[in-house]
């Protein structure tokens, strides 16, 4: 199969090696032609090229841009396409960029691979990267079935799980485990930075040990992300914080008012509901 | 020397295999008699007994009982010992905790060893556990400065790094670093659990990742470790909530008014400050 390729970063570089690995013809587009030239020499495509011309042989075609360059990458692509041409992208936000999408080519499968490092860039490209991590597919009732169905085989053969959902209940369902803890987590940085006696501050930062690192993680990563979610998720991101709000409301109240019995019953419920969430990962 | 441990759990199991390594007797109390067949048998201690006239012949003794314990402790102790006897404890809080044994024994050294696994009790001791880590030690105009030296030291001896500041400063700092983060990830867990549509929350279970199951991570632990914090450390919690709560709802006011420059500065900013707290910790 011929599988083209836009946005040559951690995600498109480490596709791009795998589906070379599978014996695919990969072509590749990327605005910079140091980084066609950097895709070819590391065996992530067979052919790159700055002109998305290169991409009217392709059989399907993959959109890893970032979020907001993906409508317009639709629609400087389709002058190219025949229609039989399978697009599909694997944006982390999902019902904006359908319906910005999907009025510009019908013969197109939303989808958002789970998957990602600390690092981005063609650099941080790596094969296997997709193993044993969910590949989100989000059909509406306009994508075709056999596009569907190609669309997932070949994420299968990432050797990822795919999923299959509405694009309104993946936005829903990361903006809670994905979105939310990015905000959580900045507010804690942000609390703990706002401690005016410097040496009490000096003491927490000497202090700060494997809790604090966990729970600030994602909190401390890269701002344009967090931006982009909040910017492409807000509605379901709106819902998520108001919710979260209101429990740690309920938190404050228990220990403002001593209520010790509802806090010790609250915190034994976090600890029995967390497993549901996180028993499948590696802890 | 002759060391006394009271308590043989997760702390005072580990520094008794550590103690013994460096040559000193040591001598354990605890509960229960098959707790201390079991501390000789492993080589925690040289002796060990449920009687606390067993730590008459003691120079230091470390209090490791759980905090609630500690003034109880104390004045049951007290009797056996002579006035050389050095006190100190291992207690997570330090304000409340030195204020009920000071008054009590007043060759006391208030301390806390900032080191800890998951797992609790006896058969989670392990040689080495307190290496590299910070060993607080919050003396005050009443402490002898000849004991602060000599519990100084034998934490060194550890490999600790010590630390000294004042019993309030430290439950300030670890309110920020240490009971805060449990608050804020307690309430995330409980946050996407009360997600309504069933289907949604199945999906946010499925796709919970590494960001959520480090933010959720200290939310998830022992809920009476939880509640011990908190109601020990309320007054420094609380302050810690409502600075947290404050932070979060200028994110919130951010997303809903589309503040796009304000909540990218402030994820810049989180992402700045955090290696002021984590840099000295492996990532």
Redesign the interface.
């Known amino acids: 199969m011929k599988i083209g390729i836009v946005g040559l970063g951690l995600i498109g570089g480490s596709m791009g090696l795998d589906f070379r690995s599978h014996q695919h013809t990969v072509l590749g587009v990327s605005r910079q032609q140091t980084t066609c030239e950097q895709a070819i020499a590391r065996g992530v495509v067979d052919e790159a090229s700055p002109d998305l011309s290169l991409l009217a042989a392709a059989d399907v075609i993959f959109l890893c841009t970032p979020l907001h360059a993906l409508a317009a990458t639709t629609a400087a692509l389709v002058p190219y396409l025949s229609t039989a041409t399978i697009l599909t992208d694997v944006g982390s936000v999902k019902q904006p960029i359908v319906e910005a999408i999907e009025p510009q080519w019908s013969n197109f499968v939303g989808g958002h691979p789970?998957a990602g490092t600390t690092e981005s860039g063609l650099d941080a490209a790596q094969p296997d990267l997709f193993v044993n991590?969910?590949y989100?597919l989000t059909p509406t009732e306009a994508t075709p079935a056999e596009s569907l169905e190609t669309v997932a085989h070949l994420a299968r053969s990432l050797q990822s799980q795919v999923?299959y959902?509405q694009p309104a209940?993946?936005d829903?369902?990361?903006a809670?485990?994905?979105h939310?803890?990015?905000?959580?987590?900045?507010?804690?940085?942000?609390?703990?930075?706002?401690?005016l006696?410097p040496?009490?501050l000096n003491?927490?930062?000497?202090?700060?040990?494997?809790?604090?690192?966990?729970?600030?993680?994602?909190?401390?990563?890269?701002?344009?992300l967090?931006?982009m979610m909040?910017?492409y998720n807000?509605p379901c991101?709106?819902r998520?914080?108001?919710?979260?709000?209101?429990?740690?409301?309920?938190?404050?109240e228990?220990?403002?008012g001593?209520k010790?019995s509802d806090?010790?019953q609250?915190?034994?419920?976090?600890?029995r509901?967390?497993?549901?969430?996180?028993d499948?990962?590696q802890?």
């Not at 939310?180 to 401690?195: D, K």
């Not at 003491?203 to 344009?224: C, H, K, Y």
């Not at 609250?266 to 600890?271: I, N, R």
């Not at 509901?273 to 996180?278: E, G, H, I, Q, S």
């Open positions: 789970m991590r969910a989100v999923y959902c209940e993946h829903r369902a990361v809670w485990i994905s939310l803890p990015v905000m959580v987590s900045a507010s804690l940085i942000a609390a703990c930075q706002s401690e006696d040496d009490v003491l927490a930062q000497t202090f700060a040990s494997s809790g604090f690192r966990d729970t600030s993680r994602v909190g401390g990563g890269n701002p344009e967090g931006l909040a910017q807000r991101l709106v998520s914080l108001q919710a979260y709000r209101s429990q740690l409301n309920q938190i404050i228990c220990v403002e001593e010790w806090l010790e609250l915190l034994s419920q976090t600890s509901d967390r497993p549901k969430f996180v499948n990962l802890k």
